[in-house]
DNA sequence: CTCTAAAGTTTGAGTACTCAAACTCTTGAG
DNA sequence: CTCAAGAGTTTGAGTACTCAAACTTTAGAG
């Protein structure tokens, strides 16, 4: 098995290659990510390399091997079951569940998230309304949308909030943000890079364009 | 917070101080219990004293001080809890939940510690009949005396089944014989060194004197 | 009281991970 | 086409933990 330090790695370079237009991570930003330095980040690739999860060439972009993408799922995997129990069984808010599933995704064995899943049903999103890959490695992305791409008067329902910060996810929650709710644009102004948006049963509120691109609707809705 | 490392350290010595006369712990035992060699063990005792975790002179033996027993008594509620959680909750055999909470003890934060806490309702007791520490750091624990110092047509209830690995727990569940149970002693042989007891239904079995010796029932009983 | 076996210590080395700082390579703005 | 800024690499050092093996101390059997 691999240690906590690397399945980090694993799991940063899933993100990382999977939000690439080329599939491939760069040093700098993954050292960001995981808040060391990039001389740790190399010598770290290197050592991945030599394992078979990598492949990078010096100077070269880095890109998960078979091996690598599977073992990265996994921890994905056990991540967002493990924030989907913290939330539905032991009541936890969502907005604290990221931290504490980023340690326990690396001390649950097979047997534990097993019964983790078959307890919550299979479920097939997080919390956040991130897609959890199954048991084989295999994710169902359902199509969506960044809300910032909405125009006013569009309705649509909320399918996903992209930020794992406490900060905003505590934000949203407050004005009723979550996947499953029913969306109304009421405003869009494209000067002041902003619109108003209305979560069913919430009062209206006004996010800037950065902001409403962290929250994905719907793909085919008007 | 003390590392992983650190923490099987103290729950290690809380152990031995309080199973030994003397409420000193040896560091040949303590390397044995920890699967290290004792110059590892002699190492670490003396970073445990730095922090003040434990007293101890060279060539004497090891206690805990107050800060390191707290710590201690912390992990150990930690570890009783996830058991009873993983048993009660996510329905694993009681032979597997030890080495599970050997892992998760240590990845657990204090806010998914007490809603387990309170998911189960405050237990007082884990899977295998030890007493869980509140959150204060205090244990109650019940009185009770080995099986094998009972005679012959003693009629009692089992307590608690001191040994974790897995195959003698998952032998006593065979028979019948975990916390709670009632159990009848048919015959006693001291010669034989052995014992035929009976758990309310189930079929008697032999025990010798040693695996008798594992396991605890009430104290006031005839 | 002596002496040796067991308990405890020390040393030197190795793995995994980390940083700071000096360095080299690549690329695109001009 | 050039050359600096940014990306990536290397080096040297440090922390936490570990082992094997040589060593010292303690205590109890005789
Ligand atoms: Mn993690
Ligand atoms: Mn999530
Ligand atoms: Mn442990
Ligand atoms: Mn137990």
Redesign the interface.
């Known amino acids: 098995m691999a240690t906590e330090t690397v399945e980090n790695y694993l799991k940063a370079l899933l993100t990382l290659c999977d939000e690439s237009p080329t599939g491939e991570a760069g040093l700098v930003r993954l050292a960001a990510v995981l808040g060391v330095t990039k001389g740790t980040a190399t010598s770290m690739i290197k050592r991945l390399a030599e394992g078979k999860l990598v492949k990078a060439e010096r100077y070269g972009g880095i890109t998960l091997t078979g091996k690598g993408r599977r073992a990265a799922t996994d921890v994905l995997r056990r991540h967002r079951l493990l924030e989907t129990f ?1 939330v539905r ?4 808010d969502w907005s ?1 569940v990221h931290a ?1 599933a980023e ?2 995704e ?4 097979p ?2 998230i097993d ?2 899943d078959a ?1 919550l049903g299979h479920p097939s999103v997080d919390p956040h309304g991130d897609p959890i890959p199954d048991k084989s490695g295999q994710t169902r992305a359902a199509s969506s949308r960044p809300l910032s791409a909405c125009a006013m008067g569009d309705k649509t329902r909320l399918v996903r909030v992209a930020d794992q910060e406490g900060a905003f996810l505590g934000f949203a929650a407050r004005h009723g943000l979550m996947p499953g709710v029913r969306l109304t644009v009421l405003d869009a102004d494209p000067q002041a890079q902003s619109m108003l948006v209305q979560a069913q049963g919430h009062d209206p509120v006004w996010l800037a364009t950065a902001a409403a691109g962290k929250i994905a609707v719907e793909a085919g809705s008007d």
Chains 1, 2 share one sequence.
């Open positions: 913290l069984t032991l009541k936890l604290t504490e340690r326990l690396h001390a649950v064995s047997l534990v019964a983790i307890l």
